[in-house]
Structure formats: C-alpha cells, structure tokens
C-alpha cells in the first residue's frame, strides 16, 4: 500500500543531514531538523522547514535518543524519519520503534537489520543463496578446541572477528597456533567491551585484499538491483579515506557476479531500501563475502555520479511502496568518480583528530566537482562526533581524468584552522600504485610515511615558494654578505617554504 510522505524527520546531523534535505526539498517534501547544542548554528538546522532542538551535545544526550525523536515526529506531524548513516541507522531496536509508532522508517526492516548486523547470522542467512563466504568456522567459537577445529580446515594465517564488530575493534591476525589463545581472549575482550558481545569466529586470513562493495536496491515488491561496485580499498584503522566507481581491476563478468552475489545477499534477509554489500577481493580475484550495511553508506555520491541515481530519492519512493521504476538492464556505468574524504586530522600525527576552528573555507568549483559539506569558514568542529568536514567527489569521462580533476579540486580546496586529509588525498592520487590500480587495503602501511607530505606543494605553494625565491635573492643582492666564490648566498626557496609553511597557515 503506497503512501505519500510529505515530511521527514532527518534523524541525523551535517553534511548528511543536509544531503537529505536537499533531496527532499526537490521533491517538495518538508523537512525537519533535530540538532544538540553544538550544532545550533550548523547550515542543516538552518535549511531545514523546521528545527528541535534534542539536548546537549554528547551523542548520547541527543543524536541517540530515540523516544525524543520519535516524539519531535509526531509533535511535527512528520509521516517518515529518516536516520542518514552513524548514530540510530543500523539500530534495529530503533527501526521497530518507529514503525510501532505508526511511523516510516527510511530504511531496511527491523529483521534485516539484525540478520545483518551480526557477522555470524549474516553468514548463515547468506550461505543459502549462493554467495562466496570466506573460509572458517561456522559459528561463534565457544572454546579452543572448535578454534583449532576450524584451523585445521583454513591453516595459518587467520582472522579472529567479533560478531558484532566493526572499524577493526575486535579483530585479530594470527600467524603462529603458539599465538593463537593469547590473541582469541584478547579479541573477546575487546568484543565485550567495545559491543557488549564477546562472540568472535575465524577465518582465512586474506593477506592483499581489496575491499569492493556493491550498491543495491530493493523494494517491498521484490525487486532487487545491484548498482556496480565501489573499491573502498585505501583505509587507515580499517576504515576508508578514498573511494570509486567504478573499479579499476574489475571485468565485465567479475562485475556481473558480485553484482548477483550481492543482490543474493539482499533476498536472503528480504531487503528493503539502500543498502551495501561488502566483499573481500584476493589477489588471485576471487571474492568473498564480508558484510551488508543496512544503510545509506557515506561513499555513496559516486554512485550516484557514474549511474545519475538519486540514492536518497529512491529510498524515499521505496519507503512510500512504490516499486522500483527501472530495471537491472537500465543501469550503466558512465564515466568514473573518486570520493575523498576530507577529515579534520593530522596525517602526520597518526591520522589523530585535529579539532578546531575553520580559520578559512573556501570549496572548490568547477565542472565536474561536488562537495557534500556541513560547515562554514569560522564554524568549529566539535569534539562530540566524527571529524569528517566533508565529501569532496569528482566526475570524468575516464579514471585518469578524475584523477587530474581530483587534484585540482584538492589544489583549489582551502582549508586553515585545523589539520585534514587533503594533503594525504593529494599523495595518493599522485602516487604510482594507485594511479596504476594495483593497491590493497596495506595502501596505507606500504607505501605512506608522514615525511612523504614534507615533498608535496599545492599550486598555491609553488607560486608562494617562487616569490620566496625572488624576494631572498633581492634581499641577498643588496646585502654585503657573499660567499668565497664572490656569489650571493640564496637559501633553496622551496626547502624554506616547506619549513614555515605551517606556521603561514
């Protein structure tokens, strides 16, 4: 049974939130913002139709209470809420709340959520529809007999995983068996703590992988397409900093396969909505199921650029019932695109946090450029929740071409007051293996030091440092001080650049 949404709840903050608006607005729906007080005077509450405030600015006093934003729902006479990605997406408990309520959840049922949101009974819903799974045990370990058990069947190396992990908390590499019970308590523990589950499991472990997800869709009618892949594999922590679509090592037939695999994912937990499958891909390119985010994923523009979807419109037609309007045989690739996340960190610093104040913001332009941002010059970013400033995605013709729009879209980007990942966007992009393609998730470990930051100079940089050069040489020419030679002593312009350009900044 359809129904038309005419307001949503965006139970969500920043730059997602306002992506959300943007689209809702173009379909003439209204919308309404919640917000804590560090976001107050954030752009999303002030372009939405409506805006409540939740609490302070602690997730768990705001973003996190579901009875308050349920109520802001129906206090609004808002029909639907949407959750973004982060915070309540991927909570279950959330999802059913929502719908007793008499409200529209944007999103996957309450039971695909649980299905996919632990590892193990993701595994199990997924092994009956003929979906490549990595080799290992088939449940939660109880003791170390079933470890060994399972080890015996996948041999050294291999990965302890928590069930219900994510971003590398709980995971484990063991090479050695004398290793291996040392190494299992501590990935419990860490389960325990982090999740409240302790459960953990084994697999293979994958020593070059590459990380490939495919983006599916799915109605309440049972249909079910997949919208090509995006390698997600350059990560620090075990979580992303760059990705694209399409692929730069996928065939046309690998590509159709993960595509069915994934969309066999989906019809084993009776997806409905956006949603992500993530594969694992090996160096000899098999792939391997990993996991499903029940959500919107952060990557999703390029997506949207190289299929010219609205991912966010589909979602909301999906959550009225309406039936998907195109099928698998509609969708092409063109072109391709490259996100790079832009995080208000220190790349030379271990990627740690660099909160502060944005000194100066100014986004680039330009053909085939898009910045989904959350923040203005003098804005400062909160302590509360995750440093991402923004998503800076490119469009081209071809892979080289977003690659050299990406770096003149990094050039034109002016970011001062906090540390990001700019400058480390720009190494990669620059960098022989990724331009190449031949990389995996050890981007990081393999070939970045800090020091190789010390080497790049943005355009900006380059000019400055030229007229750094003009100016000692004059100063040089008019000083009484020469060298033996009877020749001026003109510092390396470029060295002295680099030495203070922090403290220009």
Request: proline share 4%; glycine share 8%; aromatic share 8%.
């Amino acid at each position: 049974m359809n129904m038309e949404i005419k307001k949503i709840v965006v139970a969500n903050r920043g730059e997602i939130a306002l992506r959300i608006m943007r689209t809702a607005r173009e379909m003439g729906i209204a919308t309404v913002a919640v917000y804590s007080d560090a976001d107050a005077h954030s752009p999303f509450v002030r372009f939405a139709d409506e805006a409540v405030r939740l609490g302070p600015a602690p997730s768990s006093q705001s973003y996190l209470l579901m009875d308050s934003i349920i109520e802001v729902a129906k206090q609004t006479a808002a029909q639907a809420i949407h959750p973004g990605y982060g915070f309540l997406s991927e909570n279950a408990h959330f999802a059913e709340k929502v719908e007793k309520e008499g409200l529209i959840f944007i999103g996957p049922t309450a039971a695909a959520i649980r299905i996919m949101g632990d590892k193990l009974s993701a595994k199990e819903a997924v092994s009956h529809f003929d979906v490549p799974l990595v080799p290992g045990s088939a449940g939660a370990i109880k003791n170390l007999a079933e470890a060994q058990e399972a080890i015996g069947r996948t041999g050294f190396p291999v990965l302890i995983k928590a069930a219900a992990g994510g971003g590398g908390k709980g995971m484990r590499i063991v090479e050695r068996a004398e290793d291996f019970e040392e190494q299992m308590n501590l990935a419990v523990s860490e389960a325990q703590s982090a999740f409240g589950d302790g459960s953990v499991f084994v697999e293979k472990y994958v020593g070059s992988p590459r990380h490939i997800e495919i983006q599916i869709l799915a109605d309440s009618h049972g249909n079910v397409v997949h919208l090509f892949e995006r390698e997600c594999s350059v990560q620090r922590r075990h979580q992303k900093v760059i990705e694209e679509a399409p692929s730069a090592i996928l065939s046309a037939e690998l590509r159709a396969e993960m595509g069915a695999a994934a969309v066999n994912v989906a019809r084993s937990c009776n997806y409905r909505g956006a949603g992500t499958v993530e594969f694992i891909f090996d160096e000899n390119h098999n792939f391997f199921f990993l996991e499903m985010n029940t959500r919107l994923q952060v990557e999703h523009p390029v997506t949207e650029c190289i299929t010219g979807m609205d991912l966010v419109r589909e979602m909301i037609y999906i959550a009225e019932g309406k039936p998907l309007s195109f099928s698998q045989e509609d969708l092409k690739i063109h072109g391709h695109s490259i996100e790079l996340r832009v995080y208000a960190e220190s790349p030379r610093n271990n990627f740690l946090p660099d909160i502060g104040t944005l000194r100066e913001y100014r986004r680039p332009d330009g053909p085939g450029v898009r910045v989904d941002d959350g923040f203005e010059e003098g804005m400062e970013v909160p302590i509360y929740y995750d440093p991402m400033i923004s998503k800076l995605v490119v469009h081209a013709q071809t892979r080289t071409a977003a690659i050299e729009r990406m770096i003149r879209a990094i050039d034109e980007y002016k970011i001062t007051g906090v540390e990001t990942t700019l400058d480390f966007g720009r190494f990669v992009f620059q960098h022989p293996a990724f331009v190449s393609g031949d990389f995996d998730t050890h981007f990081v470990k393999n070939y970045f030091q800090p020091e190789n930051l010390d080497s790049i100079l943005t355009q900006e940089e380059e000019e400055v440092a030229a007229l750094l050069a003009v100016s000692i040489l004059e100063s040089s020419k008019s000083s009484s001080r020469v060298s033996k030679g009877g020749q001026p002593q003109v510092k390396n312009a470029t060295s002295e650049w680099k030495r203070n350009r922090g403290a220009l900044s």
